[in-house]
């Protein structure tokens, strides 16, 4: 006879399916934080350099433009 292992065939103990639903609920939620938080901090790196970008040169009186 062939010898076959039967842990994961068949019906699983419904405490176990929960336990599972669990643990899986918390890593996704662990994923969804870091990545609202990753976000924020891009989009704070982008505004910051878009004000940077935009912001005006001082002038310097009796200078003449460059061009």
Do not use: C, K, Y
């Amino acid at each position: 006879m062939l010898s076959v292992e039967l842990n994961d065939v068949g019906f699983t103990d419904p405490r176990e399916r929960r336990e599972r639903r669990r643990s899986v609920a918390l890593a996704q939620l662990i994923a969804t934080v870091a990545l609202v938080l990753s976000i924020t901090v891009v989009a704070t790196a982008v505004s910051i350099g878009i004000a940077r970008a935009d912001a005006p040169a001082p002038v310097v009186r009796g200078a003449s433009p460059v061009h």
